[in-house]
């Protein structure tokens, strides 16, 4: 099992978290019309990327400072995001386009394969 310092975790965490927001924003919101998710929606979903990648930089550059207890409310966030995510997807599933569709569920697995590595770092701080 590939064994990631829990510092580095929070990093990967706030990269991807903005990168999400960017495609959220930079790419989905202006091509409405090819991925079908409403711009509400869109700009809802990446303030909190945004708040989640804004709490993992904070880890990662004071993490000399807190105890890898910290992993936990990232968890519970990226968790709840995901959850938030499919039931968007789930309540305008029928303006979602192919494209639209297999970018969220692209995104929630990818978060969910960033979940269970910050899981494992959880686990062996808590040992």
Do not use: H, Q, W
């Amino acid at each position: 099992m590939l064994a990631l310092n829990t510092r580095y975790i929070f990093l990967i965490d706030g990269l991807g978290a903005v990168i999400t927001a960017f495609f959220l924003i930079a790419v989905l919101r202006p091509f409405e019309t090819y991925f079908g998710m409403p711009k509400d929606v869109l700009e809802v979903l990446s303030l909190i990327a945004l708040f989640l990648a804004m709490y993992s930089f904070a880890c990662f550059l004071f993490y000399d400072k807190i105890s890898p207890k910290y992993l936990l409310p990232i968890i519970i966030a990226n968790t709840s995001y995901s959850l938030l995510t499919a039931v968007m997807v789930f309540f305008n599933f029928n303006r979602l386009t192919f494209l639209g569709f297999s970018y969220f569920v692209v995104e929630i697995v990818i978060i969910c394969g960033i979940v269970y590595f910050e899981l494992e770092a959880f686990k062996r701080s808590r040992c």
